[in-house]
C-alpha cells in the first residue's frame, strides 16, 4: 500500500481446507509457513517495488487461529529486525471494516460516524465506526457466526467446505418462498445462529426420512430459504440500530458480505431506508491482505507502532 492506495493484494488459497472439510488449525498454520514467503515475493512483485523502499509492516495480532497468527507475527517480527523497520499490529475485525477506507477512483468512501455490519466465519458485530481508531460494538453474536451458519448448514446439505458461498450459488437458482426456517428471536442488536443450524439439521433429517432424494431434489429451494432467513435477520438488527442512532451510511464487511443475496437486500433496504450504503469489493469482502494494509497504515499515522515483544491474541476484548 502506498499512501492509502493498494499496489498489490496477494491472497494465497485456502485449498488445504477443502481436503478436510474445514480448517484444521494445524493444518492452516502449516499453509501460512509454505505460503508466506512466496506470497510476500509475489506482492513485491507485483507492486514493483523492493522491500527496502517498504516504511512500516503491518501484520494481524488477532483475533484468530494461534497457530497461524504465530507464523505471520514471527514473520513480521524476522522482517522488522532485518529491514529495521517499525512493525504495527492489526486487529483482524476492524482491519474487515477498514477495508472501506482503501482510495479508489471507482469507490465512495463512507464519512464518520457509520455503521458497519461485519459478517466472518468467526465474528458477526454491528459496529459503530467513528474514525478509524475509534469504534464500539453496538451488538454482537451469542454463539456462531453468520458464516458459520452458512458453513455448517453446507455441510448438512452434503456441499463442500466452505460453504457460503455454495450456499450463494444454489440460491440463485431457488425459491426463497419455499421452506420456513425460524428467525432466531434474540434480544438489542445481538444475534444468535445456533438454533437455525440446529433447524436444518432437523429439518434435512425429517425429510430425507420420508425421502432420500430430497436435498438433491430441492437444494436451490433450500438454499434460498435458509439464506433468506440469515439476511433478514442480519438486516432487521441493522435497520434497528440506524434507526436508534439516527445514521444513514451504512456498509457490510467480512466474507458474507460477498453474499449475494446479501449485497441486493442491502442495496433495496437502503433504497427504501434513504440510506448511503457501502457494499465491499469481492476481493475485500473475505479475508485479505489490503485490510490488514488499510488498517497498519492508519496505526502508522497515529504512531501506534508496536515492539519485538509483541505476541499474537487469539481473542481480543474491545
Ligand atoms: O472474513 P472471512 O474470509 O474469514 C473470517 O474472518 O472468518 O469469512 C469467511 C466466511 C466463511 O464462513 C464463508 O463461508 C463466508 O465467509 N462466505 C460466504 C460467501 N463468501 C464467503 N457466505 C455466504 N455467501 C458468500 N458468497
Ligand atoms: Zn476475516
Redesign the pocket.
Known sequence: MRDGKILSNIVAGQEAHKQFGGVVPEMASRAHLQNIVPSLNLALLEANISIQEIDAIAFTQGP?LVGSLMVGVSFAKGLSLSLQKPLVSVN??QA?VLAHLIEDEKQLKPTFPFLCLT?????TQIVLVNSPSDMHILGQTNDD????A??KA?KILGLPY????L??KYAQMGNADKFKFPTPQIPDYNFSFSGLKTSMLYFVRDNVAKNPDFVVENLGDICASY?RTIVDFLLMKLRRAAKDNRINQIAIA???S?????RKALTVLGEKEGWETFIPKFEY???NAAMIAIAGYFRYLDGETCGLDVTPLARIAE
Request: net charge negative.
Open positions: 484468530g483482524h475485525i474487515h459478517v466472518s466465519g468467526g465474528h457466526a453468520a458464516g458459520e452458512f458453513d453446507a466452505p460453504g457460503g458461498p450456499i450463494d439464506q467480512g466474507g458474507v460477498a453474499n449475494s443475496g446479501l469482502c473475505t479475508d
